[in-house]
């Protein structure tokens, strides 16, 4: 009688998804979702508990985080003439976008392989999706493609991951802007994993309408938290905000984070030491026969391995007691690929241990 119930009106698109699987790290070193491995010190463990004793949790959280608003601001250098909109994760601020331009027959367009929530949030509100393949060498933006599925396509929405999760690597800046210059629609450059690359387009805002910068703090420490804010004309922000539900940002992360923010040295003193352990990591792998090791400006690296043996590689390391992300059966360019996130030397260590072992078998 349910299934009756469900096969009647639940769209066929979302019966046809599964769910976005997280799968269960056990005692495993997690190296799978790209979460900074480190905690505070205790003295400021302390501190930001002292500060939740303080918080009410009868009240509604201040409905437009105008405190933490305004940390986030100084915090991330925006342009003081541009609006900010914070978001429950970057996730959900791609979900009020894409809720503000949904329409059946419009489309999302984004480069592939790229960050799987644009193409899963386009289904869930309705709209098309098209992913357009990267150059398969070194998953740079095939640019003939992209300006052919533009003109085609009219997309409503581009998005572009500025570093690119899963691939790591920053498109060139001249191609990104020759797209926002041709599109028609607006263009959101991704940079969840702006505190491990060397360029970013947030000082770009306001000299282009349809440009608009999102982040997270996820990437930076903060995962836990759940926040993530858009930077772009305030015209545009003010359209979203109106679908943005009025207590997205609950009161515990409000708190958190504008302590954290406060805090921000320590946070970027391990983000200093993951650039360092990916410059680490990513010698030990490029010295590995049976690897292909592409650069990466975030806190992952993508490679191949060679002779079809990426998911037996995956397996030994998850005996070996190391989680990281299988992508070689998701097909496209991905083939034979897999992620490694960037974590603390001794898990890292660890992880080379394995890989080595098993390249060595
Ligand atoms: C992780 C990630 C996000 C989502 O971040 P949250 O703020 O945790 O929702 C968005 N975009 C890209 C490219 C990511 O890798």
């Given at each position: 009688?349910?299934?009756?119930?469900?096969?009647?009106?639940?769209?066929?698109?979302?019966?046809?998804?599964?769910?976005?699987?997280?799968?269960?790290?056990?005692?495993?070193?997690?190296?799978?979702?790209?979460?900074?491995?480190?905690?505070?010190?205790?003295?400021?463990?302390?501190?930001?508990?002292?500060?939740?004793?303080?918080?009410?949790?009868?009240?509604?959280?201040?409905?437009?985080?105008?405190?933490?608003?305004?940390?986030?601001?100084?915090?991330?250098?925006?342009?003081?003439?541009?609006?900010?909109?914070?978001?429950?994760?970057?996730?959900?601020?791609?979900?009020?976008?894409?809720?503000?331009?949904?329409?059946?027959?419009?489309?999302?367009?984004?480069p592939e392989p790229g960050f799987?929530?644009?193409?899963?949030?386009?289904?869930?509100?309705?709209?098309?999706?098209?992913?357009?393949?990267l150059n398969a060498?070194d998953f740079s933006l095939?640019?003939?493609?992209?300006?052919?599925?533009?003109?085609?396509?009219?997309?409503?929405?581009?998005?572009?991951a500025?570093p690119n999760n899963p691939t790591g690597n920053l498109f060139?800046?001249?191609?990104?802007?020759?797209?926002?210059?041709?599109?028609?629609?607006?263009?959101?450059?991704?940079?969840?994993?702006?505190?491990?690359?060397?360029?970013?387009?947030?000082?770009?805002?306001?000299?282009?309408?349809?440009?608009?910068?999102?982040?997270?703090?996820?990437?930076?420490?903060?995962?836990?938290?759940?926040?993530?804010?858009?930077?772009?004309?305030?015209?545009?922000?003010?359209?979203?905000?109106?679908?943005?539900?009025?207590?997205?940002?609950?009161?515990?992360?409000?708190?958190?984070?504008?302590?954290?923010?406060?805090?921000?040295?320590?946070?970027?003193?391990?983000?200093?030491?993951?650039?360092?352990?990916?410059?680490?990591?990513?010698?030990?792998?490029?010295?590995?026969?049976?690897?292909?090791?592409f650069p990466s400006q975030a806190?992952f690296i993508l490679f191949r391995?060679?002779?079809?043996?990426?998911?037996?590689?995956?397996?030994?390391?998850?005996?070996?007691?190391?989680?990281?992300?299988?992508l070689?059966?998701?097909?496209g360019l991905l083939?034979?690929c897999?992620r490694?996130?960037?974590?603390?030397?001794?898990?890292?260590?660890?992880?080379?241990?394995?890989?080595?072992?098993?390249?060595?078998?």
């Amino acid at each position: 009688m349910t299934s009756k119930l469900i096969e009647q009106w639940i769209r066929p698109e979302i019966q046809a998804l599964s769910a976005y699987h997280v799968p269960d790290p056990g005692n495993m070193i997690k190296l799978d979702a790209m979460e900074n491995p480190y905690t505070w010190p205790q003295s400021m463990v302390d501190e930001w508990q002292g500060l939740l004793k303080q918080t009410a949790l009868n009240r509604y959280p201040d409905p437009g985080s105008r405190s933490l608003q305004q940390q986030i601001r100084s915090a991330f250098d925006i342009p003081t003439e541009m609006a900010v909109m914070l978001g429950n994760g970057s996730d959900e601020i791609i979900q009020i976008i894409a809720m503000a331009v949904a329409t059946p027959e419009r489309v999302i367009l984004a480069p592939e392989p790229g960050f799987v929530m644009y193409n899963m949030i386009a289904r869930f509100v309705g709209m098309q999706y098209v992913g357009v393949p990267l150059n398969a060498d070194d998953f740079s933006l095939d640019m003939a493609a992209m300006k052919a599925a533009i003109a085609k396509h009219r997309p409503a929405l581009i998005f572009l991951a500025y570093p690119n999760n899963p691939t790591g690597n920053l498109f060139e800046r001249a191609q990104i802007e020759e797209i926002i210059e041709l599109a028609p629609g607006l263009v959101v450059i991704d940079e969840a994993y702006a505190a491990f690359a060397d360029d970013s387009f947030m000082s770009s805002l306001g000299r282009y309408p349809n440009l608009l910068v999102m982040r997270t703090v996820s990437k930076m420490g903060l995962a836990g938290l759940r926040l993530g804010y858009l930077a772009g004309p305030a015209d545009c922000l003010q359209e979203f905000d109106k679908i943005r539900l009025p207590y997205n940002i609950n009161v515990l992360t409000q708190v958190s984070a504008e302590f954290a923010l406060h805090h921000k040295d320590v946070l970027d003193e391990q983000t200093t030491l993951l650039r360092h352990e990916r410059a680490r990591l990513y010698q030990h792998m490029t010295a590995m026969n049976g690897l292909t090791v592409f650069p990466s400006q975030a806190n992952f690296i993508l490679f191949r391995v060679a002779d079809g043996r990426a998911t037996a590689l995956f397996e030994a390391l998850k005996s070996g007691g190391v989680l990281i992300k299988n992508l070689a059966n998701a097909g496209g360019l991905l083939q034979g690929c897999l992620r490694v996130t960037v974590g603390k030397p001794e898990e890292n260590d660890r992880f080379v241990e394995v890989v080595g072992e098993f390249l060595g078998s």
